[in-house]
């Protein structure tokens, strides 16, 4: 039985997610692959719980589960305590061959990420924010450490930062791969405003679909952090550097759905002034029809010369191009290259939620043992 060892960052919705599916599947991981995978430790960003010797047993690692369920610390944890610098953690349980696996939501743990290079450890990445800050920082991630600059899939994946469990950076490293040159990028990333654009398309008033969105919990607690597209503008830097550009995220044109003035407001102002917006995207859901174009929120990335712009924002598109025959609160992308035209390579389906994305992480770590 091959063992892998794992260290988690954020036991959160994903965090948790992933860990109880690694549970649960512990009978196919020994039947399908001999594969063993030991829990080492279980780190958030104010406690840890680890075992570097032996690894978490299964009992353990429930009753972390338990407390984080139940809104406690992991300090209460009879293996637990405080902890504010993940790199000692790393410095403590770390073994060879361990897989780092990022489930936070957070810049605050590449220095940590970095250093778990450095050791010669692998990194599996749910966590989007290490990948969107500097580009030298995404360089130092993607390439592993490599002096020679090489993307090296041996040591990183980061396959659910974008779309959650559909293949997207797997499809776009295969294309890179292959010499076959993307020249334009369409994408929708939300599955939030995925339900938004559909509503409107169906007539249905703007702040009346927020607001019901925002009771299904399909939006964050406060909706301005979906409404305001910076989640996918990050997703659709990673789509950029990952096809070889070199950007940062003032270099992505990101337009909101609601105007500047609205973001001083407190989360129940915001939802008392949304009605304020309804005339607008009445308006702008008529004149696209009035061109047998619908709207959608969406990343666009388009090659000319070498050089990429990137636009994320409020999109009239056409009713028969794959964006335009989207509805619900599906994530779909069309790569169009020169083999892949005027028909894209389209991948649609799933795109949110902890169970797919830490599926999707799952899948990565498993993978990761066959390439160590």
């Not at 779909?332 to 599926?359: C, D, K, M």
Request: net charge negative.
């Amino acid at each position: 039985m091959f063992e892998l060892p794992v260290i988690l960052f954020g036991v959160g919705g994903v965090g948790r997610s992933l860990v109880r599916q690694i549970l649960d599947n512990r009978q196919l991981h020994a039947d399908t692959y001999g594969l063993y995978i030991r829990v080492v430790a279980l780190c958030d960003s104010r406690a840890a719980v680890l075992e570097p010797t032996d690894g978490l047993s299964d009992a353990h690692i429930e009753a972390a589960l338990a407390l984080k369920q139940a809104g406690k610390s992991l300090s209460a944890h009879e293996l637990g305590g405080t902890q504010d610098d993940l790199s000692a953690i790393l410095d403590i349980a770390g073994l060879p061959g361990t897989v780092v696996v990022d489930c936070s939501a957070t810049d605050q743990t590449t220095p940590a990420l970095l250093f778990a290079l450095d050791r010669g450890y692998h990194l599996v990445l749910a966590n989007k924010k290490p990948l969107t800050i500097q580009q030298e920082v995404y360089d130092r991630l993607t390439r592993a450490g490599d002096t020679q600059g090489a993307f090296d899939p041996a040591r990183i994946r980061w396959e659910t930062t974008v779309g959650a469990g559909l293949p997207v950076i797997t499809t776009l490293n295969r294309l890179t791969a292959s010499g076959d040159p993307i020249g334009r990028v369409a994408g929708t990333f939300s599955g939030t405003l995925g339900y938004l654009m559909t509503g409107l398309e169906e007539g249905r008033i703007f702040s009346e679909v927020v607001r019901e969105a925002h009771a299904l919990g399909y939006t964050e607690p406060d909706p301005r952090d979906d409404l305001g597209g910076v989640d996918v503008a990050r997703k659709a830097l990673i789509l950029a550097r990952g096809m070889g550009h070199r950007l940062e995220m003032n270099d992505v044109s990101v337009k909101g759905l609601y105007p500047p003035l609205m973001e001083s407001l407190s989360v129940a102002e915001f939802m008392a002034e949304l009605p304020q917006l309804d005339e607008h995207y009445r308006d702008e859901v008529a004149r696209a029809a009035t061109e047998s174009k619908v709207l959608r929120y969406a990343a666009t990335l388009v090659v000319e010369d070498g050089h990429v712009t990137c636009e994320v924002g409020p999109t009239a598109v056409d009713k028969d191009t794959p964006l335009g025959r989207l509805s619900g609160t599906d994530n779909l992308i069309a790569f169009y290259t020169r083999w892949y035209s005027p028909n894209p390579l389209v991948i649609q389906g799933r795109g949110a939620g902890v169970e797919v994305t830490a599926a999707g992480v799952l899948s990565d770590v498993v993978e990761m043992a066959f390439t160590s």
